[in-house]
Structures are given as structure tokens and as C-alpha cells.
């Protein structure tokens, strides 16, 4: 293959892994809407009118949960991977943020089919269970969903810190998403009181728990999916086209104008050259 190709090829996948992300939002998001699990009834309630609530709609926890293991839980892991390479080549070169971010994601894809799969086991069989043991399970659904923030913030705060870094042009990545990274990690903390109340704002179907950091993950993925796909516009075959951050050209006659040695250097250090 020759190396134009080679090009054309991985400016492919880019532009498809950024669409990922949008598509996880819409596929993950519409699945578990599917499930009729939400709003998430709460940790107090008695396992047997959980249970009987869980019997009616045995059948679209299963469907739901199919469709966020056909296409959630494998987007999310393609967006991740996109993710992490668009920044170490536009934004930061530094593999550990690289490796974290596709690390993170390769995490959450594992997380999100866990859950799937013991979702549906539970919806399987919960005609048969004993209400506290179906009780039991859909508790662990949702503690699967909340109680691994950690890696999660630190995904997001890596990914805003590289955002923020001098090697950063901003041709694919502008520096005002660096500051909606920290605010969505910094809602991940708030997962942690899901194991410590069993109603109210705080317990694993509140307000504060769930659906803030839950709906700010989403917005998250969201926000950076759609900054990447608007951003080709600066890209041309893998190169970033902007005037602000283009290579100086030297003229035939008289000084450089407009860029300094370091400027240039710091420009093409971020592009690859």
C-alpha cells in the first residue's frame, strides 16, 4: 500500500471513530431507554414489587440490552481509541495520556458489557428467582454503572490537561473543551455515595448520583464526538490546514514575517514533522 493510501486510509477511520461517539450516545442512550429501567426504581423498594415490576417488562430489558451490546458498548470503544490517537497527534504527543485514554475506554466498553450481560441474565430468569436474589442483581447493575468513576475522571482530566498544553494548536481540539472535560470529571465524585444511601438525591437512582454525572458522561462523549467531526474542516489528508498553525514557507527574497524560530518549531512538533 503506497503511503498516500496509507494516508487516505487512516484519515478514514479517524473521521468514523469520531462519528462513534455520537453514535454511542444515540445507540447506548436509546438502549437503555429501550429496557424500560428508567428512572431507575429505587434501592429501598421491596424485592417483591421490584421483582414483579421487572417480570412485566422481562422482554424489553432484553431486547434494550441486546442493542447496547450490538452497537454501545463496541462504539464506545472505537470512539475511545480515535480519541486517544487525534489527541496525542494534534493536540499532545505524550503517550501516557495516549495509553490512559485508550486504556479508559477499553474499560468502560468491558464495564458496559458486564452489565449487559447480567442485565439480561436477570431479565432471563426473573420469573424464577427469589425476589431479594433478583434484587441483588439489578443492585449490581447499577453499582457496575456508578462505582468505577475513578478511571473515568482521570481519563477526563488527562484528556483536559493535553487539550491545555502549549503543544496544542487548536485545530482539532480548542482549548474551551478542556475546561468541559474538568467539569465532567469533576461529577464523577459524586457516584460515590450510591452505596451509602437506599433513597433520596444521593442513592443509586438520585438526582445527584445518578443522573448528573450519568448525564454529563453522555454530554461529555457528545460534546467531543461533535467538536472532532466539525474539526476536519481545519484538516486536509491528515495535516492540519489552518493559517494560524501552517508551516512557514520561507520567501525566494527577504526576511521571515509573522512566526518565530520557536513558534515553528512548537507547530511542527504537534503535526508530526
Known sequence: ???????????????????SGIAWVVICGGGFGATGLLPVWAASTKPAALAAHLSDIKYQILIGMAVVLFGGVTFLMTWSLTMGYQIKKYA????????VIVFV???????????????????????????????LIFDLIWFLFLIPWAPFM??????????????NTGVMF??????VSFWAG???????SSVFYYHGPFSYNGLV????????????VLVFAVVQVRGWKNVKDGVPTSADVEPDVAPAVGPRVGRTDADR?????SVGI
Not at 448520583?209 to 461529555?220: C, H, K, N, Q, R
Open 1 to 19: 500500500m503506497r503511503p498516500d493510501e496509507n494516508l487516505g486510509l487512516d484519515r478514514r477511520l479517524e473521521q468514523l471513530g469520531a462519528w
Open 92 to 99: 499532545n504527543p505524550s503517550p501516557l495520556v495516549f495509553y
Open 105 to 135: 475506554g477499553l474499560i468502560g466498553a468491558i464495564d458496559g458489557m458486564i452489565e449487559g450481560v447480567i442485565a439480561s441474565a436477570m431479565a432471563f430468569r426473573v420469573d424464577t428467582l427469589p425476589p431479594d436474589t433478583t434484587q
Open 154 to 167: 482521570l481519563c477526563q482530566l488527562l484528556a483536559g490537561f493535553a487539550i491545555l498544553s502549549e503543544q
Open 174 to 179: 480548542p482549548r474551551w473543551l478542556a475546561y
Open 186 to 192: 469533576a461529577l464523577e465524585v459524586f457516584c460515590t
Open 209 to 220: 448520583t445518578f443522573w448528573v454525572p450519568g448525564a454529563s458522561y453522555f454530554i461529555w
Open 265 to 269: 518549531v512548537r507547530v511542527e512538533a
